[in-house]
């Protein structure tokens, strides 16, 4: 990095310094908001509809998968579960983390990118902690971790990590090829991992849907406040 460069970093980062409060009210704010509106859905999945044709749907799509295993697929979503496992966000993100402050040069992707992942993260634990919800009544291809079925956090972390790194493409990013390689595991990832979770038993699709809404919402929010809209410099080579 350039003395200028450092000029202008150092620059950036004390202007958005007083921000950083207004910043972090706001993000917590947004977080307990969502936090209140999953809980809300929950105990609606949980108490006023547990007999409705929602539920019931739940319970026939969870079936369905059971009666369709095979030992291929059994070994194909185990492997697309690992892709959502915490010990994989952990360290997909903490390597991003460290590659997006060197090749940039600033804080504000890496940033992003661990509020992306922490409030999910978050938000999710105290979802589970506010509502109570059996597994589907099916026999089960993993151990059950002592969270609520509600929300899916696998379907959450995967939309939080990939859906992050694809928003910093895009925001950051001037190869295309990066743009739509980061764009297709955003969709890809989340959409494998929800599914692999349903194949398995482990979630109702109520559950997914939720774990999934957890995640764009958090990602909209931490984009707008963290992130921001508008031109970034490209990925520049590093020195």
């Known amino acids: 990095m350039t003395g200028n460069e450092a000029a202008v970093s150092a620059t950036e980062f004390e202007l958005s310094t007083p921000r950083l409060g207004s910043v972090a009210a706001r993000l917590i704010g947004a977080a307990l908001v969502l936090l209140a509106v999953l809980v809300g859905i929950g105990q609606l999945l949980t108490h006023w509809l547990r007999s409705s044709a929602i539920t019931r749907w739940d319970a026939s799509v969870d079936r369905w998968f059971v009666q369709r295993r095979t030992p291929d697929w059994n070994a194909v979503t185990k492997v ?115 599914l692999s979770r349903l194949y398995r038993g482990m979630h109702n699709p109520t559950d997914v849907l939720a774990g999934a809404l957890l995640g764009a919402c958090w990602l909209a929010v931490a984009g707008a406040l963290v992130l921001r809209s508008g031109s970034r410099p490209a990925l520049r080579q590093p020195r």
Do not use: K, N
């Open 80 to 194: 697309m579960t690992f892709g959502a496992e915490t010990v994989t966000v952990i360290a997909i993100g903490l390597v991003w983390f460290v590659v997006l402050r060197w090749r940039l040069g600033r804080w504000r992707e890496s940033l992003f990118l661990a509020v992306g992942l922490i409030g999910e993260v978050t938000i999710f634990l105290g979802t589970t902690l506010l509502v109570e919800r059996h597994r589907p009544a099916v026999p089960r291809l993993d151990s059950a971790p002592p969270t609520s079925s509600f929300p899916s956090g696998h379907t959450a972390a995967a939309v939080a990590l990939y859906g992050s790194l694809a928003m910093i493409a895009w925001a950051a990013a001037r190869a295309g090829w990066l743009r739509l390689v980061a764009t297709a595991l955003a969709v890809l990832m989340p959409a494998a991992v929800g």
